[in-house]
């Protein structure tokens, strides 16, 4: 009857005004929680430069210039510290990456002028003194095993300038590059590719090949920088890592972002690349990643890894891999 399909007319009217009342009500709870959660990391990332963290474990690093073999205490307080330092600048990283971040917006917290006016904690300076204190190595040579506990700091504090990249690229870069620290870091960086060669130690090593692909991508002055010096340089010695680097997926999503980032746009480079290796494997990595993108139909750049350092799109902008794929399909 007619009163019947009023009930039932008023019913429905109701379930639809519950109904979006309630996404209403979601949509607000989660758009507090992501306010939340923007405001706690802020606060707390502007709390540990305020109570000066950054700069005493800058002290603390600064003041370690030889092995600590016979102080495990301090090798342990330094491990342990750039290990929280590591995952307070990771709360303030854009999960995909440094170049998703507007790099207009200012930074609230102060964190990237801590780690600017510290010299990124001084870490260079540290792996020198940890890694080279007994000069640099001759030629032929094969290197002394280091201690684990070495190794593990060194990780520790390259890792670290790789989260700080993601954090504040240009910032990490300008640091890098600064007359003398990149003296430090060129040398340091060779090293460890050099001992690499002989132990394994694939961590740190694939903690060192990111981060020369985050000093140069995007930065023609850097990327000279990885051909100067005497030979091998940088760029010589990620040439002649073993050939899984090349060929084993798992290895090739390590170094051939950092060679596409270390040659792209830059023909002495890619001259460079080509004694040891084919361009083409670059431009068809390059390739693939672009249908995964496409064949995913993401939006921006969701990282198809939880560890940032493994995704592309992290390492090298979206933008640019038109150009790059001509550039390294170009003879």
């Not at 003041?63 to 990771?90: H, K, M, W, Y």
């Not at 870069?173 to 001992?195: D, K, M, N, P, T």
């Not at 592309?312 to 790059?324: D, E, L, M, T, V």
Request: proline content about 5%; some cysteine; aromatic content about 8%.
């Amino acid at each position: 009857d007619t009163h019947g399909v009023r009930r039932r007319r008023a019913q429905k009217r109701d379930r639809r005004q519950l109904g979006s009342s309630e996404s209403l009500r979601l949509r607000q709870v989660s758009e507090s929680a992501i306010i939340f959660r923007f405001n706690f990391r802020g606060g707390l990332l502007s709390y540990v430069v305020c109570c000066g963290v950054v700069d005493g474990l800058h002290g603390l690093l600064n003041s370690i210039q030889t092995p600590v073999g016979d102080r495990p205490d301090v090798e342990r307080l330094a491990e342990t510290s750039l290990a929280f330092l590591n995952c307070v600048i990771d709360l303030a990283c854009d999960k995909n990456g440094p170049f998703a971040k507007n790099s207009a917006a200012p930074d609230s917290t102060q964190l990237a002028e801590a780690l600017k006016a510290t010299e990124l904690l001084g870490i260079t300076s540290l792996l020198y003194a940890l890694l080279l204190h007994a000069g640099a190595p001759r030629d032929g040579s094969v290197p002394a095993e280091m201690r684990s506990s070495v190794v593990r700091l060194a990780t520790r504090a390259i890792r670290l300038i790789n989260s700080a990249a993601q954090f504040d690229l240009k910032m990490v870069q300008s640091c890098l590059s600064a007359e003398g620290i990149w003296a430090e870091f060129r040398l340091v960086a060779g090293y460890i590719l050099w001992y690499c060669s002989h132990h394994k130690c694939e961590a740190l090593l694939h903690e060192v090949i990111v981060v020369i692909g985050y000093f140069a991508v995007v930065n023609p002055a850097n990327q000279a920088f990885l051909q100067s010096g005497r030979s091998p340089t940088l760029l010589q010695l990620l040439c002649t890592l073993p050939f899984g680097y090349f060929s084993d997926p798992r290895l090739t999503a390590v170094l051939f972002p950092s060679l596409v980032a270390a040659a792209c746009d830059c023909p002495p480079n890619k001259a460079i690349l080509e004694q040891e290796m084919s361009c083409l494997l670059l431009s068809t990595f390059i390739e693939e990643h672009a249908a995964l993108y496409q064949s995913h139909s993401v939006d921006s750049a969701a990282p198809f890894h939880a560890n940032t350092n493994l995704n592309f799109a992290a390492r090298f902008p979206r933008q640019h891999w038109s150009r790059a794929i001509e550039f390294f399909q170009s003879t």
